[in-house]
C-alpha cells in the first residue's frame, strides 16, 4: 500500500515567519513531488514541483526533497494571511498520484 | 485556453437515485483522473483513464460507481445507486504525456450530497 503522510495541523504561524510543512512517502520508486494549495471550497491548485533530490525555490515557496529519507517538504517565506489554506503533498511513481491528508495551515494577522 | 471543467458544481440527490458526473479534460490532454474527497478526509484516487482506457480502476469503492471516457474525450462518472456515504466533493483532474510531467490539473470539483 502506497501512503503518503502529512501532519493534518493546524499548524499556526504568524504573519512575517516561516512555514514549514512535512511530508513522507513510503514508494522509493516515486519520481515526482508536488505541492497543492486548496481553499476551501475550492479545488487544489498546483503550487510547486520537485523531481530531483534538493531545494527548488520559487518566489516565497520552497521545496525541499530527500528521497533517502523520502521525505519532501514546502518552506513558506514571509507567510501571509493569504497562504492560510491546506496544503496537500502528492506522490507520482508513473501516472498515479497519491495525495497525503493534507495539513492545514493559519497564518495569523 | 480552457481548463478541466466539472459539471454540475453541486448535486443534491436522495439516497437510492442515481447521478452522472462529467468532467471535460484540458484538451489535448491524454490523462484523466477522478479523486474523491470526503469530509474530513484525504482526496482519494478513484481512477486513472489513458484516453478511452481505463489505466488504473484500484479506487472504485465498489460496483455502484462506473467511469466512462468514450472517445477519449470527456469523462462521466455515474453512481448507482448512490448511499449516504457517497456524499463528498468529486475531482476531476487532466495531465499530459510522460512520467515526469504528470503535474495534474483540477477541475473546480462537483460536491455531491446524498440525503
Redesign the interface.
Known sequence: QKEVGQNSGPLSVPEGAIASLNCTYSDRGS??F?W?RQYSG?????IM?I?SNGDKEDGRFTAQLNKASQYVSLLIRDSQPSDSATY?C?V?G?????????TRLFVKA | EAGVTQFPSHSVIEKGQTVTLRCDPISGHD?L?W?RRVMG?????LL?F?KESK??ESGMPNNRFLAERTGGTYSTLKVQPAELEDSGVY?C?SSGQG??N????????TRLTVV
Open positions: 519520481q515526482s508536488f497543492y475550492k479545488s487544489p491548485e498546483l514541483f523531481y496537500l502528492a507520482s508513473g501516472f498515479k498520484t497519491i495525495f497525503g491528508a493534507g | 490523462n483522473y479523486y478526509k484525504e482526496i482519494k484516487f486513472h489513458v489505466q488504473d475531482f483532474a512520467a515526469l504528470t503535474e495534474a490539473f483540477f477541475g473546480q470539483g
